[in-house]
């Protein structure tokens, strides 16, 4: 089991997502689509969402996988 957690800084809430394989970019832009769905109603309005990520293997920006990834994401969020 791999764990993701995302922290909602304003919401001052927690949430923690599991994996079976390893922490890969496809694991952890799903986990943030997850969180997206189950959090919008809570963030109408919202004009930015900041996403703060380690540097670690999965998201290195030379990474194409993740940047495609995160880039579709964003584009959802408009």
């Known amino acids: 089991m791999v764990p993701l957690g995302i922290l909602d800084v ?7 997502y599991f994996g079976q394989s390893a922490e890969t970019t ?18 109408t309005g919202l004009e930015e969402l900041a996403i703060d990520i380690d540097n670690g293997s999965a998201t290195r920006s030379n990474r194409t996988q993740f940047i495609k ?7 959802k969020l408009n």
């Open 26 to 43: 496809d694991f952890i832009v799903d986990c943030l689509e997850a969180w997206w769905q189950e959090n919008k109603r809570e963030h």
């Open 10 to 16: 304003l919401g001052n809430r927690l949430s923690i």
């Open 69 to 75: 990834r995160i880039v579709q994401f964003s584009q």
